[in-house]
Structures are given as structure tokens and as C-alpha cells.
């Protein structure tokens, strides 16, 4: 599985974009990009996965430039409820490939 | 569906007891994964059932740790004897196999304490 960083933590204030960014370097050509959010008491959950270029739903937005080797998944309009933490994962996305391996993930705190 | 249903949501112990935590996986999904989660280590895979076979215990942390999945509707981890150094938020989690990365469903998991 390929290694991501991301930063420890994030603060923001009620109302304005997050921007979270994962560098993933070593990502291999068949790999995709999965980010999981984790609310406090609860066990993570997925919000976004994509390949290249850009990936939005209900929830976050992703953004891939062309080289893969970096990710950034985007919070329009935070809430205070969206403090959580957050995993960026890299690994393909076939059956195969059981594991998920979360790092320390990003957390991000909402302020109002 | 009612997603991962784990059970107790919070258990304390004296060191020394047998601890069992329970996980019922979402109907229809094939694999299940115990996870532990601490400040210290975060979340750690501690083993993988396939179609309620284990396929990979390489995370469970030594031998007082045992799991089982009798069916594909029911799995525990038992601890025994605990010690205090196994406190932590034990999560289960399952998933489809063709779902990859995206299809991991978790569990509210439980909330272990051995004193």
C-alpha cells in the first residue's frame, strides 16, 4: 500500500471551505484514493474515493492533479459538526487488497 | 439496514477476566475486520474473516487474544485474560468484496477498560 501524509490537525471557523491535503508519492497506477471521516465515539466512515481530476458529492469534494502524487479532499462551508478526523487511504481497488491501513488521519476541529 | 451492530457499547473489567466482544455484520457482506483503536497506536487491524474464515490474524497482539465467526451472521473477539494495556475502542467493520477501499462499513464499536 502506497504511504500517505497528511497534517495532524486543522482548525477552521463555522462557514469557511477546508482544504485537506494528502501527498501519496509513491501511488501505483492501479491504485485509487479513499478518504474515511471519523466523528468522536463513532467508528470511521467513507466519503469520497476517486482516480483522477475531480470527484464531488453530498458530503466533500476531491481534487487529483495529474501526476497522483498528491490529493486534496475539500469541506465547502464547514459546520460544527463536521469536526472529525480524517484518513486519506491509497491502495486498488479491487477485491483483492482486504486491508485497510488508516494512518494518524487530519483533525479537524470547527470552531464557531 | 441496521449497518454493524456491536455489542456492549461500553465494558469495564478487572484485569485477570475474560472479555467477549460481539459483531453482527451487515447482511450480505462477505468479510469482517476487528480493528483496535488507541491515542497511542490508532487503528490497527487485528484480524480479517473471509466468508467467515480467517484469513489473516497477523494483527491480534498475542495468544490471550482469540476471535471466531461461526456464521456469517455473527463474530466475537474474545480477550482472556485482559490486562490493562488492552483498553481501548474495539471497532468491527464489514464489507462487500467488490466494493474495495469505498465498501468498509464500521460498527459503533465498543469501549473496552480493563482496571
Redesign the interface.
Known sequence: LAKTTQPISMDSYEGQEVNITCSHNNIATNDYITWYQQFPSQGPRFIIQGYKTKVTNEVASLFIPADRKSSTLSLPRVSLSDTAVYYCLVGPANSNDYKLSFGAGTTVTVRA | DAG?IQSPRHEVTEMGQEVTLRCKPISGHN?L?WYRQTMMR??E?LI?F?NNVP??DSGMPEDRFSAKMPNASFSTLKIQPSEPRDSAVY?C?S?E??Q??????????TRLTVV
Open positions: 454493524v468479510s475486520f490508532g487503528l487491524l480479517y473471509n484469513i489473516d471497532f467493520a464489507s468484496a467488490t474495495g477501499h469505498r465498501g468498509y462499513t464500521f460498527g459503533s464499536g
